[in-house]
């Protein structure tokens, strides 16, 4: 399983961007996908995910409202889109995968197998 990302960049603080995470490899549909950030300094952090097949979302509480995850199963791209951005957003974003059984979202980084080498976004005030 590939998951090349694209997306990311500098933004000011109110705007928006998206983060694209192409999953190769695999029937896509059969896989969990999460977003996770890394500021310099902090941990890894859960940003969102989306279950298999019937793609449930949830979201961490500091981006609920501003941020979602919806599924192109005819590209097979799971796409993050960031809306009101703030400079606390900014961090390295990796998009994770995890072949699932079960029709939930996973939330712990241990929990997924595939990941894609991260790429930066940048929000400033």
């Known amino acids: 399983v590939q998951l090349p990302a694209s997306g990311g960049g500098l933004v000011q603080a109110g705007g928006s961007l998206s983060l694209a995470c192409a999953l190769s490899g695999r029937p896509f549909n059969q896989y969990a996908v999460g977003w996770f950030r890394q500021a310099p300094g902090k941990e890894r952090e859960f940003v969102g995910g989306i279950s298999r097949s019937v793609s449930i979302t949830s979201f961490a509480d500091s981006v609920k409202g501003r941020f979602t995850i919806s599924r192109d199963i005819a590209r097979n791209v799971i796409t993050l889109q960031m809306n009101n951005l703030e400079p606390g957003d900014t961090a390295v974003y990796y998009c994770?995968?995890?072949?699932?059984?079960?029709?939930?979202?996973?939330?712990?980084?241990?929990?997924?197998?595939?990941w894609g080498q991260g790429t930066q976004v940048s929000v400033s005030s």
């Open positions: 994770s995968a995890k072949y699932a059984r079960v029709v939930r979202v996973y939330i712990s980084p241990e929990e997924y197998d595939y």
